[in-house]
């Protein structure tokens, strides 16, 4: 190909049309109460939740009650995939244990475990250990099947190159079988996060232990409809960081280990 | 040679790919025109832009200056006149229809019975050799099998030109013998007008009545060529011929001049 | 692909042949079975052991779990409260899915509405969907109405997003093609964009199921006073502890049962999808 010329890409549409769609949005939602089509009762203005927010974000309870919230998710979150890494591993490496839980975890999966809430709060009150328990049920799944796909998706060629030169079991799972497991880790990681927090929200919500999802029912049921759009804002605005941070995580391990398999970023 | 008329005609075709990071000239200079009912191939080495040159024929592509008429009239798009026949068949042919639907689809569009559009559809893999596979999925047939039906689907068109690109790069040598003489057979009985892309010097002998060899980028026709071999061809007897062997070395020794660099324009 | 040479040897052993074969394969057979069966088998009966020795009020056991499943769920409680459930959880699903997949294609299709609401979908995607719940009732009250789209608030966006970028993500030569066989935009629509991305949306389904299910449950704990989610919290706040399995159970058997439907359906119409990719694996 014969090449004329070299020109930078340019990208300021996306962004000017991203601006734009983000802008039109806000106009309407002020526009709507305004216009009287929706009482502003129900749905404020704008105006008043940004307000609402920037309050928010200087008062000390608010952040007190979001750490908490992150706590639950935190700590849910490592147990979580501690427990499914370890689990996962043995089960998928030993392919007796796979056939044989096969018919449990296909019938566990579906089983949404905001059912279990009522369980959780008989056992153990209105407290941060009934949302765990809730947290930790569901974000299991998530690590504890990608972990499964990921150990027997070993290449077999590898495996057997491993075999023959009789690398011990402890270096086989070192170099073989975790490097190839590992993006599937991050990706159940990854959707395990988003998870947690969903239900760490949710837990706090419907359970009422203290907390972000706590302080939004507790504006529902006190009329405080500013307050409540706030926290919802709030809600997304976490869970975009929440994404954003274990995406970048993922992208990072991955382009790791896709470069050692000599693979093409897309 | 009887008296054709003039089909294609192409005039100071010029075509530059406008990019986010430059600009690359595909073809600087083509010309050239083409007789109904004759079989024209195009050799040239790899990335002189016969591709890009197809797709400017077939309407799919608006050169950046000069001309392609076809009739006469300019060739602004595609048009019923045109049909192409893709080298990536994997890819061309949609895996959710059948063989059958595949070949129907360009056909839905023209107002024609189901009655007249199916015995188009028969005909068509009648003439491919595929009349028993019309309810198969393309996925379970072979690769040569794909080609045909691509092949099928172009002729049941009932283009006035039959415009194929690289058709049988991906193929094996065998299957490629096969379709090679399926295309001489089309062309013999139909009388189609063909445009055949090829890298491969031999086949573009073979079937041509009449070759042009590209030069390397930016493109412009270094040498046309009228192959004056007997109209009836077969794989063994007329590659064994020595004006066959005569017009290949020409071919190829155009072709490496053209890869040097060494053959001026005019 | 790799090339395996198998060596095959026949052995004739006259008479036993097919004998062996049945053989084997009813062997196979109970094994599979005992797979499947075995461990929630095993399992069962050591809850069943357990809760008859220990005194432990939470964890009743098997039987009278079951004993209550059929008194409380077979009869008038299915028809007033399980049936509307489902039928909320239906429509759900299926606004969504509708909603999803035309929102999808005409977002996914033009790239300028694409860029425009991306920070938007970006944003609302993110927000848990429990939370809209609140923000739902506080607009619509706390009707049916109010349910199904609490449902849909949530379960639009896996099939959304999914329908997005499998409409993208068309082959160039397949759109190619479709351009110089000038097909119509509405063939093109039926024929190309919709099954090509057919795999992601499908996929992106499967997610909403899970969505609308947590979603329909959760209202219902929350602002109803019907339906399978209210039931189970009222179970929960009296102290009745083998109706509250018995409910969490059926629960649990409704999500299989999506599961399962979801399975077949999804088998059915990406029938052309799994068959190159077993063509492939070959």
């Known amino acids: 190909m014969h090449v004329l010329s070299i020109r930078r890409p340019r990208s300021p549409r996306k962004v000017l049309l991203g601006g734009a769609g983000l802008l039109g949005f806000l106009l309407i939602w002020q526009l709507v109460p305004t216009l009287g089509l929706v009482n502003s009762q129900y749905l404020p203005y704008v105006t008043d939740v940004l307000v609402r927010l920037v309050e928010e974000f200087r008062d000390l309870a608010f952040w007190r009650r979001l750490g908490l919230t992150m706590t639950s998710w935190g700590i849910g979150l490592s147990v979580a995939t501690a427990a499914a890494v370890a689990l996962g591993a043995v089960v998928g490496l030993v392919p007796f244990l796979r056939r044989a839980t096969h018919t449990m975890v296909e019938f566990l999966r579906p089983i949404p475990s905001v059912a279990l809430i009522p369980l959780a709060v008989l056992m153990f009150g209105i407290q941060m250990r009934a949302a765990l328990v809730i947290i930790i049920y569901a974000s299991f799944w998530q690590v504890f099947v990608q972990m499964i796909y990921g150990v027997a998706d070993v290449d077999a060629v590898a495996r057997d190159t491993a075999r023959s030169f009789d690398l011990t079991r402890r270096e086989r799972l070192w170099y073989l079988v975790l490097p190839t497991a590992l993006p599937y880790l991050m990706t159940g990681v990854r959707l395990a996060a988003a998870v947690a927090l969903i239900l760490a929200i949710t837990a706090e919500m419907v359970i009422g232990n203290p907390g972000l999802g706590q302080m939004i029912e507790l504006s529902r049921s006190a009329g405080d409809a500013t307050g409540l759009y706030a926290f919802v804002v709030v809600t997304g605005l976490l869970g975009l960081g929440v994404n954003l941070v274990f995406r970048y995580i993922e992208r990072r391990s991955l382009s790791w280990h896709q470069s050692v398999r000599g693979e093409q970023v897309q | 040679m009887p008296d054709r008329d003039v089909l294609l005609q192409v005039e100071h075709l010029r075509k530059v790919y406008e990019s986010a990071t430059g600009d690359v000239e595909a073809i600087g200079d083509v010309s050239f025109t083409m007789d109904a009912g004759e079989l024209l191939c195009v050799v040239g080495p790899s990335g002189c832009g016969k591709t890009t040159l197809l797709k400017c024929l077939a309407g799919l592509l608006r050169p950046t200056s000069g001309r392609v008429e076809m009739h006469g009239a300019p060739v602004t798009g595609p048009s019923p006149a045109m049909a192409v026949v893709f080298q990536e068949y994997g890819r061309s042919l949609y895996p959710w229809l059948t063989v059958r639907g595949n070949v129907e689809l360009p056909l839905r569009h023209k107002r024609l019975s189901s009655a007249a559009r199916g015995k188009l559809v028969a005909d068509a893999l009648d003439a491919v050799g595929l009349g028993h596979a019309a309810r198969s999925h393309p996925w379970q047939l072979s690769g040569g099998m794909q080609q045909r039906v691509a092949i099928a689907r172009a002729v049941a068109y009932q283009p006035e030109v039959l415009i194929m690109d690289e058709p049988f790069a991906a193929v094996d040598a065998q299957t490629r013998a096969d379709l090679e003489d399926l295309v001489r057979e089309l062309h013999t009985s139909r009388n189609m007008s063909i445009v055949f892309v090829t890298h491969d010097i031999d086949e573009s002998i073979y079937l041509g009545e009449r070759v042009l060899v590209l030069s390397r980028s930016p493109t412009w026709v270094q040498e046309d060529l009228t192959v004056d071999l007997p109209p009836g061809r077969d794989q063994i007897n007329t590659r064994a011929l020595p004006r066959f062997t005569q017009l290949r070395t020409h071919v190829y020794d155009q072709i490496q001049r053209a890869k040097r660099g060494q053959a001026v324009a005019p | 692909m790799s090339t395996r040479t198998v060596a095959v040897t026949a052995r004739t052993v006259p008479g036993t042949g097919r004998a062996r074969r049945r053989r084997g394969v009813g062997r196979r057979v109970v094994g599979g079975f005992l797979y499947s069966l075995g461990l929630p088998f095993l399992l069962l009966v050591l809850w069943g052991v357990l809760s008859t020795s220990s005194t432990n009020r939470f964890f009743p056991g098997p039987v009278a779990i079951a004993e209550s499943f059929i008194d409380t769920w077979v009869g008038a409680a299915f028809v007033e409260d399980v049936l509307p459930s489902l039928y909320r959880l239906a429509l759900g699903i299926l606004a969504s899915i509708v909603l999803g997949v035309a929102a999808g294609t005409l977002i996914g299709l033009f790239g300028w509405l694409r860029e425009l609401l991306e920070p938007l979908l970006e944003f609302f995607r993110a927000i848990p969907p429990p939370v809209l719940i609140p923000v739902v009732m506080l607009l619509l009250g706390i009707t049916d109405t109010m349910k199904v789209v609490v449902i849909v608030s949530g379960a639009l966006w896996p099939v959304l997003l999914n329908t997005i970028d499998g409409v993208r993500a068309i082959d160039s030569v397949m759109s190619e093609t479709a351009e110089s066989f000038q ?100």
């Open chain 3, 183 to 282: 097909v119509t935009w509405w063939e093109r629509l039926w024929f190309l964009v919709l099954p090509s991305a057919s795999p992601r949306i499908m996929a992106g389904v499967r997610q909403s199921l899970s969505v609308a299910l947590i979603l329909m449950v959760i209202s219902e704990m929350f602002a109803s006073s019907a339906g399978l989610g209210y039931r189970i919290a009222y179970f929960q706040r009296n102290y009745l502890i083998a109706e509250m399995w018995s409910g969490i159970l059926l629960l649990g058997l409704v999500g299989v049962l999506l599961a399962v439907t979801f399975g077949v359906v999804e088998r059915r119409v990406l029938r052309w999808y799994h068959g190159i990719r077993e063509v492939n694996r070959a």
